[in-house]
């Protein structure tokens, strides 16, 4: 029967084609909507409820910190993470509202007459803490081989990131060593110089 009616198969088979993919063209669309709904449209209630919440004062006043306590990971964050770290520090005291300088430890307040010790030697001391030494008035190994653990104490409030490092790397008994001139158990305890 298919031999003698091909033509009129195919033709069926055509229309029924076209009429699938028309319902699945049309089909698929959503009906277009004339009027969109608005926030008003609940009512004026909770427009005003959001006005009184954006014009209400903030819960709570929270005043930016003074000073930065370094992160957990701080120790492993050395290198790029410092600079970074005391460039923040710097902006935060720059931008901090002036408060009276804490007392400085006694042993950096006078530096015994003499040429600057290159502080650079005690491990753990880079640049940037040099510099805020410096600034401090720690120029020598017997200023830092005198720091106590209330000097130690005080620094640490100063040193924002860097706070626990002259304790984590032994600087005070890395300091006495090299006032004393002895390299050679410096050196057995530290590493080479």
Known sequence: MIEANWLIFIAALLIGIA????????????PKRER??????EGAAPAQRNQSLIDAPPAAQV????????????????????????????????AAPSQ???AKPAETAAAPAGADDDLRKIKGLGPKMLALLNSMGVTRFEQIAAWT?????????????????????????????????????????????
């Open 63 to 94: 005043d930016a910190p003074v000073h930065i306590d370094p992160p957990a990971m701080a120790v492993t964050m050395a290198g790029l993470g410092e600079v970074i770290a005391v460039a923040a520090q710097e902006e935060v005291d720059n």
């Open 149 to 193: 653990d209330a000097d130690l104490d005080d620094l640490d409030g100063k040193l924002g990131a860097f706070a626990g490092r002259p304790r984590r790397d032994n600087w005070v008994e890395q300091a006495r060593l090299l006032s004393g001139g002895d390299t050679g158990a410096y050196e057995a305890k530290f590493g080479k110089l």
């Open 100 to 102: 009276p300088e804490p």
């Open 19 to 30: 009429i699938a993919y028309w319902l699945f063209v049309h089909g698929s669309k959503p």
């Open 36 to 41: 969109r709904p608005d926030v008003l449209d």
